[in-house]
């Protein structure tokens, strides 16, 4: 069964509590369970994590070598800094959905850059929650 390592970082446990007019209402949670609906109907296998910390995420993506075939990550604000991040992903290889909630580039000029950009398979931003299903779906369609 195909197996999907959902990764996101720093700030994105306070979603559905603080500035809900840029980030929406729901929660991390409420985010979690739409994924898990969206896995059972693909019939794929997620992991859903969060961290706030970029050496926990790098460490997840590690071991996501041998654990998963491919990554979704919402970075947060380390997308626009860490090369880390980057190397990480390139470094083990898997198929990577670089996805944001807001479309990073309809906003403040720092958050245009990415690094994660380069070495994902594709992008989704803009589309909230719903951005999640959307990513589950090109990536499990992807790896077949
Ligand atoms: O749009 C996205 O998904 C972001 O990755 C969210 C990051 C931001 O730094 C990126 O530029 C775009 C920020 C996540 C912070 O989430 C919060 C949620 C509720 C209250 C405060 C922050």
Redesign the pocket.
Known sequence: MTSILILN????N??????PEV?GQTTLADIQALCAETAKELGCDITFEQNNSEGALIDLIHAARETHDGIIL????Y??TSVALMDALASVELPCIE????N?HA?EEF?HTSYISKVALGVI?GFGAQGYPLAIRALHGHLG
């Open positions: 970082g720093p700030n994105l306070l979603l559905g509590t603080r500035q980030y919402n970075a947060g604000a997308t626009h996805l944001h909630l807001s990073i906003r958050r931003c």
